[in-house]
């Protein structure tokens, strides 16, 4: 954490797996998961966004053009913890289905909750990548979570 006023942003440094980081604005506002929708991308085998539906560039406020390309991890909220994606990372690269609730940051600092699937892309034997669809969480799984995660920080 680099600095905090009263109402304006947070200025955040994230760390990411890879070595790599970044400073980011976050802001204490939800955007509401909609409902009646899906948010879905697709990754390649090392996580690298290929795919984005219309409901994901609405939620992320990126356009579709930001998103392919970029690591999934943009949009990583700082109150998520590591070991989230690492039991995350484990399950999918063993082949198997990961289930979870994950907090993410859109562009402008705010955040929003999903109930998340992800599942491995295997054509011929081979992983060639990753699919996540999100639906949208109770409000009391939400709570479970926010705990949870608050104390694996
Ligand atoms: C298909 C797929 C979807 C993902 N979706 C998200 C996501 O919505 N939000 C997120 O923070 N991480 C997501 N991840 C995990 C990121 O790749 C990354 O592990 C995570 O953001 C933590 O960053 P780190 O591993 O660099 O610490 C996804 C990974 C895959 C393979």
Redesign the pocket.
Known sequence: MLSQNSDGPRQVQ?????GSSRTVDVVDREVPYPDGKL?V???DPQ?I?THANQAFVDMSGYTKEELIGE???????PD?P?V???G??ET?MAGTKWHGY????RKDGAFYW?K?T??PNVRNGKLV????V?RKPSRSKIAESEALYATLK
């Open positions: 994230i760390d990411y797996f890879d948010i991308s697709r990754t996580g966004i690591n999934h991890y943009i949009l990583r909220h998520m590591a989230a994606f690492a995350l990372w999918i994950v907090k993410n940051l999903v998340a992800v599942i990548g990753y699919t996540s999100r």
